[in-house]
């Protein structure tokens, strides 16, 4: 059974940094491609904007461009682990925070919501002075 479980949100203030977490189970995380999400309040689900991902195998990654040069994704194959890295936060960023493991092998991993096969529970990540 894949598992996804999401952590390390909360509330900072602008130009704060937060370290999310996203532990897999239940699947080799080499073989498949990681999303980070967010959702806005008062979005539905499918609307959830595609923030960064990783893919299979060499671990190609892609970001949204609100995020390049302020986010970091990593993958930690023996320990089942994905992070986001969040730095220079601003108030815009603030959503509930999703991982998504789409069935590869996908190197080029998309931040299309329809292509991912599993969701974890989402974590809040609040950006507020």
């Known amino acids: 059974q894949v598992q996804l479980v999401e952590s390390g949100g909360g509330s900072v203030q602008p130009g704060g940094s937060l370290r999310l977490s996203c532990e897999v189970s239940g699947v080799t995380l080499d073989d498949y491609a990681i999303g980070w999400f967010r959702q806005a309040p008062g979005t539905p689900a499918k609307e959830r904007e595609g923030?960064?991902?990783?893919?299979?195998?060499?671990?190609?990654?892609d970001y949204t461009d609100s995020v390049k040069g302020r986010f970091t994704i990593s993958r930690d194959s023996a320990k089942n682990m994905v992070y986001l890295q969040m730095n220079s936060l601003k108030p815009e960023d603030t959503a509930v925070y999703y991982c998504a493991a789409e069935i590869g092998p996908v190197y080029l991993c998309s931040g299309g919501y329809f292509r991912y096969d599993y969701w974890g529970q989402g974590t809040q990540v609040t950006v507020s002075s």
């Open positions: 923030v960064s991902c990783i893919g299979s195998g060499r671990g190609r990654t």
